[in-house]
């Protein structure tokens, strides 16, 4: 059995958390008693499943995101159901960063809004490379394949604009079911997969398996040997190889590689494991262990995307903490080089500020030279968070160009 | 990698960014299942150094006696530093007024002792076994929980949490609670627990116990709780789903000696693991979003 991580977004009232509902009642992920809180008189209501708070369920909105979860046969499945207002982009930011499939809900009877565009735009700023465009309610306009493929056409328009690949486009009914699990003999010209079916066979992520990157999380000494717990976030170690310590730049050799209470000969991306090494110099928290033939870039400069997350918005020349992986540092903000129109997607002047929500692109000086790979190449090294350094929040969240 | 690879790798990653991030973390401890496995990841994310932080479990002087023996056995095995905070003692020195009723659960003065503990030694942050499937203001929960002073969850402005970046940054005087298992379900856990071949208080498999019934579910005869003539005493064989207070914990009807048993039960169960066991999160609709408002996990 594996793991596939998903979002769920769209508007208010397009139907997301009936989808979420539906999928785990169909799939008989629901028990009885939790069942029972969302039975009412007569009918079930599928949405109330996700509305974790109790202003949530008073408002009859998604505030932040609740996880859930389901099995089918070979697949655990964790949901992240995002919420749509515009106000909370940060928390969709938040369940989409993890995401391996993000499915976007379109109310077929309003079509493409504002907010789908929002939507797409956090697609393409996280690099997501499986897009579901779900076109819910299909019920409500007659299951008119006109109307699913003028949606189609509109979309692949602004996937186009901002670049994204992999989309798959599904005509759904959240309330009545219609492919959802099983292919609806309603929408007879629908040749794709059943929503359940997709998942069941994408496959999620894959770590970058042929460059080796490991972040340094803590680090314990005995006998002239550096015992560095952390994670394979890329590619694979074997005992004996030469490797490199970043940022300094020293050479180092692997002695022994622990895998829980066993030693192993190899360790791949996604491993927590724990390397014996022998090197001069002392290894620390935060340092990135490299392969000696594709290295990092060491700079204290960087080009990044990002997201402000923040109610008080990015003051340029103002000192933040920068924290990628494990490793922490200072940084302001020397430009705004240009923004993204959340409303348009049209790229705008960078102007002196940036607000909550909004997408830019930017220069980032750091006090410390700093080891990283660009968020195309090797995503778990191209990426990180700026933070506040009175309020400690999470102000941004960028990925490296 | 399979599920539980994916998993275990995701919790010792959790655990080692708590390590290398506060100062003084705990890992609270509840004689459970799920914070059992906690201790063993911690054990295992920083073997062969011994585990980093110590274990904390707050005594609600209602527990069941097994799931004690089992605590001192387990901090024993593994050389773990045990440190026992009383809701009894909380009880008397704040003078506050003890549970009352026919089941008298000192659930909510928990969260007393715990925030005395966590002032007392200092902690900026304590690991918990809380996974997101449990219920469902739990399920909006982050992996770090940045907690203030005061100990409030704050479930409307709750910093962003992106990749497996953790933020464990705060003021003078908060904490963050740490849950490694979050995306763990129960079925999750037992199956985890087979493969590492976890041991647990006897209490997980089915023993023989004297219990009475209220409203459908059995509860143990204990001196915590008040039984009264209308109560009818039964022996049932019985295990249990969840271990929390004696009072608020409710036995299942099994006859699943092995890990095996339990795991076939679960599977062919059509009622939730709280649902089923747990009468305190029954008060209210949002009986767990209030208590974790207070301080809880």
């Known amino acids: 059995m594996d793991i596939l991580r998903f979002i769920t977004a769209g508007n208010v009232d397009d139907g997301k958390s009936t989808l979420i509902g539906r999928l785990l009642y169909d799939t008989g992920n629901i028990k009885t008693d939790v069942l029972q809180t969302i039975t009412g008189e007569d009918t079930i209501n599928l949405a109330h499943i996700t509305d974790g708070l109790r202003a949530e369920r008073q408002q009859g909105i998604t505030i932040d995101v609740a996880y859930k979860y389901f099995t089918t046969a070979d697949r655990k499945f964790i949901i992240s159901d995002a919420p749509g207002h515009f106000q909370y982009t940060k928390n969709l930011v938040t369940g989409a960063s993890g995401a391996d499939v993000m499915i976007l809900l379109v109310d077929a009877v309003t079509g493409i809004t504002a907010q789908t565009k929002r939507h797409a735009l956090v697609a393409s700023f996280l690099r997501k490379k499986q897009i579901v465009v779900a076109i819910n309610k299909i019920d409500a306009v007659g299951y008119s394949q006109a109307i699913y493929t003028s949606v189609c056409d509109t979309f692949s328009n602004i996937a186009a604009h901002l670049s994204l690949p992999g989309i798959t486009y599904i005509p759904i009914s959240a309330l009545l079911g219609d492919n959802v699990i099983n292919l609806s003999t309603n929408t007879p010209w629908y040749r794709g997969a059943s929503l359940l079916q997709y998942l069941e066979l994408c496959p999620p992520d894959q770590p970058i398996n042929n460059i080796f990157r490991f972040i340094v999380q803590y680090v314990t000494k005995g006998n002239g040997i550096q015992y560095c717990a952390g994670k394979v976030v890329a590619g694979f170690v074997c005992a004996g190889d030469t490797v490199v310590i970043y940022p300094d730049g020293c050479t180092a050799v692997v002695r022994m590689i622990m895998n829980g209470f066993q030693d192993t000969d190899i360790a791949h991306a996604g491993q927590s494991v724990c390397l014996y090494i022998e090197c001069t110099q002392a290894i620390s928290r935060g340092s990135t262990i490299s392969e000696s033939n594709i290295i990092p870039q060491v700079n204290n400069t960087m080009d990044v995307n990002v997201c402000w997350l923040d109610e008080e918005p990015l003051v340029p020349g103002k000192e933040y903490y920068l924290q990628m992986n494990s490793c922490n540092t200072i940084c302001c903000i020397n430009e705004i080089i240009s923004k993204t129109s959340v409303d348009t997607l049209e790229n705008l002047p960078g102007g002196v500020t940036l607000e909550m929500n909004e997408f830019a692109r930017i220069k980032i000086k750091t006090k410390d030279s700093l080891a990283f790979d660009s968020f195309q190449h090797i995503p778990p090294t191209g990426r990180g968070i700026i933070i506040d350094m009175e309020t400690y929040y999470t102000s941004g969240a960028f990925v490296i160009l | ?297």
């Not at chain 2, 479990?57 to 901090?75: K, S, Y």
């Not at chain 2, 008397?92 to 007393?112: E, M, V, Y």
């Open chain 2, 1 to 297: 990698m399979d599920h539980l690879e994916i998993l275990e790798g995701e919790a010792i990653h959790i655990l080692r960014e708590v390590a290398g991030q506060f100062r003084n973390p705990a890992l609270m401890f509840s004689g459970g299942k799920d914070s059992t496995v906690l201790i063993h990841l911690m054990v295992k994310a920083f073997y062969p150094s011994p585990p980093p932080f110590p274990v904390l479990h707050i005594d609600t002087g209602h527990n069941f006696p097994e799931a004690l023996t089992f605590r001192d056995d387990l901090a024993r095995q593994y050389g773990l530093k045990l440190i026992v905070k009383e809701v009894e003692h909380t009880i008397s020195k704040r003078g506050l007024q003890d549970a009352t009723g026919k089941f008298p659960s000192r659930n909510a003065l928990q969260s007393h002792t715990l925030m005395d503990a966590i002032k007392e030694l200092g902690l900026d942050a304590c690991i918990g076994g809380g996974r997101r499937d449990e219920e469902k203001a739990r399920a909006k929960e982050r992996n770090f929980s940045v907690r203030d002073a005061s100990g409030a969850w704050k479930p409307y402005n709750q910093r962003p949490e992106l990749w497996d970046i953790y933020n464990g940054r705060i003021q003078q005087g908060g904490n963050v609670r740490v849950f490694p298992i979050s995306n763990w379900s129960e079925l999750d856990v037992w199956r985890y627990i087979q493969r590492e071949k976890i041991g647990l208080p006897s209490l997980y498999f089915s023993h023989e116990r004297e219990c009475i019934r209220h409203n459908g579910r059995l509860v143990a005869v204990s001196e915590y709780i008040l039984i009264d003539g209308s109560d009818v005493l039964e022996t049932k064989n019985v295990r249990y789903r969840t271990v929390g207070d004696m009072t608020c914990t409710a036995a299942v009807e099994s006859n699943a000696f092995t890990v095996e048993e339990v795991i076939a039960e679960i599977e062919n169960t059509n009622i939730s693991e709280r649902g089923q066991t747990r009468m305190d999160d029954q008060l209210s609709e949002a009986a767990m979003e209030d208590r974790k408002l207070k301080g809880y996990f």
